[in-house]
């Protein structure tokens, strides 16, 4: 259950308007306007270049705007910093823990630089070793971690503050299966607690698992914005069905294919069709002379929500 | 959710002065570095501190039995060994505030994301500075009185006033941390960390640590005494062997000014770097 539908008027964290960052020409964030709610799941999807760290970082108060307004819980960050950021967890794309200190150390230094007293921290730490799954590893360095305990601990880290937001960006990218499946549980952990997440992510399953709200970022703008579901059915049926004909003749049968569903988008590789029947459309398809050398029905996902929106696909 | 302390923290230091830039708290970096230095390697640190005594033996009773006696000032004759150890005690604080804040800095600022991380929290960019350049500090500290308590019993200094080499080898190695850490912000290479090793051998060699400067021609002289490490040279030279002058004032100024623009370049640059 979101925040969002729960009550009439949430408590906004986080409020953005014609929000806009430029490096010279290039424009990261193209004045964009959003609203996070508290102990709401907020997403920002979108490939890479799409401007989704460079809003988090703004957020985060480590990167000035260009122009536009921010408030984090009513504080404008440019002027707040140091308030912002005690008020944020922060778990960057990479890894920055202290390699040469042990697991429990590095919890205890970045306790310090709150200003956290020790006796605190202290007991703040035996909390944050249970909730990583680390108890074991407290007194290991941290380059013997491997890189599934490290996120882990980077997310412990963050939460040694007590948070009322914490903000993920890529928490996952580079992590084998099993290990992600390990840090969505504590992600969701986190959520029943309250903890209002900002995640950003260009894996479409991390967006549909974590998030209440996405929004879908492309080239400095948004998109769109929605629950998962909600985008789903907004921009695409229900289900797809994937065809392969071969390299050359997917091409060639696109127009064929065009008349007979909503819509089809042609990659490279196959050719989608959207319909909210798809059994019925294959054997439209195969009636018609065309026979597929593959074919697949699937419900429809954010990557095609993606795909419909920008003409792209998410993971390139 | 209840208001957690660190928002209490920081919502403390609302209004004052260098409010985003200055959180106070530039001794949780010391701390920081304390707790990693005990897991890691004292040999690195004894290194830097044996090369200057070796020095003193080589070159104080070695060259020293050549030499003879040198004049400091009008009158005042000290022996070789006595002329050069300030020189080294002196050098040694620069090396030991170099090598902490070049080379270690590189790393934790290039590829470890330290200070990324550091500045992700409440924490502003003067405390990251203090509190690094602080630790640099330490080891030439480390350094001086490491030196000092080999030396001082052998009589070389002279009298106890000459153990006020010590704070003042503070300020040196305060003065070249600044400034080592402030060039280490704008290094984008190792092949640029390399120059800090070219410049500072040639550094001890030519300013005035083994010979009075006297020897050299006029525009020789106008440009080493620009130097820093002249500067830090002349203060421990002059306390260690009891000659106070108004000149001191001028050499603690040139090592106030060092101070004073490397934090504040290396704050702005950290800012630079990782906020903007």
Redesign the interface.
């Known amino acids: 259950m979101s925040a969002a539908d729960s009550q009439a008027t949430p408590e906004a964290l986080i409020l953005a308007k014609g929000l806009r960052k430029e490096y010279g020409d290039f424009t990261a964030v193209d004045g964009i306007d959003f609203r996070v709610n508290r102990s709401e799941s907020f997403g920002f999807l979108g490939p890479n270049g799409a401007g989704k760290s460079t809003t988090m970082r703004i957020i985060?108060?480590?990167?000035?705007r260009t122009s536009g307004e921010i408030t984090i819980l009513g504080k404008d960050p440019e002027?707040?910093?140091?308030?912002i950021?005690?008020?944020?967890g922060?778990v960057?794309q990479?890894?920055?823990?202290?390699?040469?200190?042990?697991v429990e150390?590095n919890l205890?230094?970045?306790g310090?630089?709150?200003?956290?007293?020790k006796k605190?921290i202290r007991n703040k730490i035996e909390e944050l070793l249970a909730f990583a799954q680390l108890e074991e590893k407290r007194s290991v360095?941290v380059e013997a971690l491997s890189g599934g305990m490290k996120r882990r601990l980077t997310i412990a880290r963050a939460l040694v503050?007590?948070?009322?937001i914490l903000m993920l960006d890529e928490p996952t990218t580079g992590l084998d299966p099993q290990a992600r499946h390990i840090l969505w549980d504590r992600l969701f952990r986190l959520k029943e607690q309250?903890?209002t997440l900002l995640i950003t992510t260009h894996y479409m399953d991390e967006a549909e698992q974590l998030c209440d709200r996405l929004m879908v970022m492309d080239k400095g703008k948004i998109m769109a914005e929605d629950s998962p579901a909600g985008l789903i059915k907004k921009y695409s049926t229900k289900e797809v069905l994937e065809v392969r004909f071969g390299a050359d003749r997917n091409a060639q049968y696109a127009d064929q294919l065009r008349g007979m569903c909503e819509r089809i988008e042609v990659l490279p590789d196959r050719v989608l069709m959207y319909s909210h029947d798809c059994e019925a459309l294959l054997h439209e398809v195969v009636s018609k002379g065309m026979h597929p050398t593959t074919s697949l029905v699937r419900r429809s996902s954010l990557e095609d929500v993606f795909l419909r929106l920008t003409g792209r696909s998410l993971v390139e | 959710m209840r208001e957690s302390s660190a928002v209490a923290i920081a919502e403390k230091l609302k209004g004052r002065f260098g409010e985003g830039t200055y959180s106070r708290r530039a001794r949780v970096i010391l701390e920081h570095r304390r707790i990693a230095f005990r897991q890691g390697h004292w040999i690195v640190v004894l290194s830097g501190f044996v090369e200057p005594v070796l020095y003193l033996l080589s070159f104080g009773y070695g060259v020293g039995k050549l030499v003879g006696k040198i004049q400091v000032t009008p009158g005042h004759w000290v022996t070789y060994a006595q002329f050069i150890a300030p020189a080294l005690l002196a050098t040694s604080a620069m090396n030991g505030a170099i090598y902490d804040s070049t080379w270690n800095i590189f790393f934790r600022l290039k590829y470890d994301g330290t200070y990324k991380a550091m500045l992700a929290t409440s924490l502003g960019p003067l405390d990251v500075a203090l509190g690094e350049i602080g630790w640099a500090l330490l080891r030439g500290l480390i350094y001086a009185v490491g030196f000092t308590a080999i030396v001082f019993p052998l009589g070389i200094m002279k009298g106890w006033y000459g153990l006020l080499a010590i704070p003042a080898a503070v300020v040196i190695a305060f003065g070249f941390a600044s400034i080592g850490m402030l060039y280490t912000t704008f290094a984008k290479s190792i092949a640029q960390m390399d120059w800090v090793n070219v410049i500072m051998l040639p550094l001890f060699l030519f300013s005035g640590s083994l010979y009075p400067l006297s020897i050299y021609p006029q525009w020789l002289r106008v440009i080493i005494e620009a130097l820093p490490l002249w500067h830090g040279i002349q203060i421990v030279r002059s306390l260690s062997l009891g000659i106070i002058q108004w000149s001191l004032l001028w050499h603690f100024a040139y090592f106030v000014a060092m101070i004073a623009i490397g934090l504040t370049l290396t704050t702005r640059r950290l800012r630079v770097l990782f906020m903007r």
């Open positions: 985060a108060a480590t990167l000035t002027i707040s910093g140091p308030e950021r005690a008020h944020l922060v960057p990479q890894d920055n823990l202290d390699n040469a200190l042990t150390d205890y230094v970045y310090r630089y709150f200003g956290l007293s605190f360095k503050s007590e948070p009322e309250g903890v």
